[in-house]
Structures are given as C-alpha cells and as structure tokens.
C-alpha cells in the first residue's frame, strides 16, 4: 500500500478515535470520577492516538513534525506501559486538553499543502 493511502486511512482512524475520546469527555468530569469505564476507555484510545501519531511521524517526520504528534506517541508509551501509574488528574487533562489539540493539528494536516 501507498504511503498516501496509508496516510489517509490513519487519518480518518484518527479522526475517529479523536471524535470518540470528545464524545466522552462531553460527559463531563463527574461521570469520568463516578463511572469507572470511562478512565478505561480513555486509556484505550490514548492508546490507538498515539500508535497513530507514531505511525504518522515516522512515514512523514515534516508533515507531523509539530511536537504534540511526538507526545502523543510517548504519552501511548506511559500509559501503555506504566497504567499503574497513571495519574486520574493528568488523564483527564489529556483528554479534555491535549487530545483537542491534536484534533486541531490533525485538521490543518489533512488540509492540502500550497
């Protein structure tokens, strides 16, 4: 496969998995420290973002250069690998925070360049 068509349905993987994480958060910070799924949910989709952004800045390092694709990356590795650690405060900023962040540069890289 094209690294264009790969591109193109990480994207839209992305995308998804980003419009879900949003769908979520929208539940607001009660029910992410009432209902014990969300925490988990979130972790699971941290983890597909940021396989995701590795993907994406390892097949195009200037078109995913901005440093968010890279901590998404990294955050995936903590929570993937440290989940005994992670910190509900600090998951919620990500979520609500970071994750909207890189919903916007997503948006200006699937626009066509000059």
Not at 22 to 45: C, K, N
């Amino acid at each position: 496969m094209k690294d264009d068509a790969r591109i193109a349905r990480w994207l839209h993987e992305l995308d998804a998995s980003l419009e879900q994480a949003s769908v979520l958060a929208a539940r607001g910070r009660h029910a992410y420290d009432t209902d014990p799924a969300l925490p988990l949910a979130f972790e699971a989709l941290i983890n597909r973002i940021g396989d995701l952004a590795k993907r994406l800045t390892t097949v195009d390092t200037q078109r995913f250069g901005h440093p968010a694709w890279r901590a998404a990356a990294r955050t995936r590795d903590f929570v993937v690998h440290h989940y005994d650690r992670i910190d509900s405060d600090l998951l919620w900023q990500t979520v609500t925070v970071s994750l909207p962040e890189l919903h916007a540069l997503l948006a200006e890289a699937r626009r066509p360049s000059p």
